[in-house]
């Protein structure tokens, strides 16, 4: 073993002092990257996402505009995402006392509207493929679009006049509210749809059990009644309704062109009988022409 030297003393205490600092540095640099939550991606919402910029998994509490693109962020209460002209929001959640509004310009897609949450399309903006959970709502402003909407059990649309919808999915529980124009709804059994003064609903499909009410001065064009109940209220107008098995046309008011669709019962079924089916037929049509030769002799 070597005897300590004044040289050697001096040289340990130099270098554990210097341990001593680089420790401490590293250690306060790997507290700020693991601890320090607004340094986690996606963790900090922006004031603005400005045009160009893409912002993902961020959790709005205030207010935040839209100019760029945003992925997968959520709306909790308080907060509200404006989706301004350029702007594209895709898979946001929107989740109690929540709202993302879409403006002239803006695009929305695949919004998931939760319980007490809500979507707003303004004029000039568009949601495509949202989902509208229980208590949840779509507001569609003059001007605004959504389509492929689909409304889960006590959710709504409410399709403001001048707004417009189309593909709305309505299942059991859910409410289709319309004062604009809305095209090719299908109705599940349980859900229900109200057409109001000066609102038209085009293309609706009513399954088994669900009802579509035409209140005065509301229009229904081209309904089909697949078990469903439409309901024509006095002062209201439906053209070319169509009534399938169990379909029901309630009508206090107009039903022009409105039929029921003839459905093919085969009674013979089989290759023998289809094959006997068309003997008939020839049979009928040898007959038939005989007997009119002979009235004509």
Known sequence: MKPFTWRRVHAG?????????????LGMLLAALTVQPWFAPGAFAQSTVAAGDTET????????????TTIGDSVTAGGVQNVRSGGVASST????????AIFAG??????????????????????????????GAVSVAAGGVASGTTVSGGGRIDISAGGSATRTTVLSGGVDSVAGTDISATLSSGASQTVSSGGTA????????????IDSGGSAVGAN???GTLNVSAGANATRTTLGAGGIDN?????????RRR??????????????????????RRRRWFGNRRGSQ
């Open 225 to 227: 009644v697949d078990g």
């Open 251 to 259: 009508v206090a008011g107009t039903d022009l062109s409105a039929r």
């Open 13 to 25: 205490r130099a270098f554990g002092r210097r341990y001593r600092r680089c420790s401490r540095l």
């Open 57 to 68: 998994g961020a959790t709005i509490g205030a207010n935040e505009d839209v100019l760029g």
């Open 106 to 135: 803006g695009v929305a897609q695949s919004t998931s509207v939760g319980i007490g949450g809500l979507l707003v399309v303004s004029s000039g903006g568009a949601a495509r493929g949202a989902t509208v959970d229980s208590t």
């Open 202 to 213: 085009s293309a609706t499909t009513l399954l088994g059990g669900a009802q579509s009410f």
């Open 93 to 100: 959640s929107v989740g109690t006392g929540g709202e993302q």
């Open 263 to 284: 459905r093919h019962v085969e009674r013979l079924v089989g290759r023998c009988g289809e094959r006997k089916h068309d003997q008939w037929r020839q049979g009928e």
